[in-house]
């Protein structure tokens, strides 16, 4: 499934989007389409994430809980962490 425009007569290629995630099983799931008794459960978004990325709209890729910017504006983190990925964003002076 291809990210579509919104008016066609445009003739607009949208690229993929990359996805950051900390989580290893959850890029080997969406990669990796067999069966395992653990994954019986899962949400049907999970099917829906494996074919978009099957698809190539979206491109996962590790990004380890150290290294994950968003975590400042999601997360209580201690000062330094904060200060350093507040610094990242552009949201003070470096």
Do not use: E, W
């Not at 499934?1 to 989007?17: K, N, Q, W, Y």
């Not at 395992?36 to 494996?50: G, L, P, Q, S």
């Not at 590790?62 to 904060?82: F, I």
């Amino acid at each position: 499934m291809a990210l579509l425009p919104p008016f066609p007569a445009f003739d607009i290629v949208l690229d993929s989007t990359t996805l950051f995630s900390d989580n290893q099983s959850t890029i080997k799931l969406t990669k990796d389409h067999q069966y395992h008794a653990r994954t019986k459960h899962i949400n049907i978004h999970f099917h829906f994430i494996r074919y978009i990325v099957k698809g190539g709209s979206i491109h996962l890729v590790y990004c380890p809980t150290d290294d994950m910017t968003a975590d400042t504006l999601t997360k209580a983190l201690p000062s330094t962490k904060a200060k350093h990925f507040a610094s990242q964003l552009g949201l003070l002076p470096a």
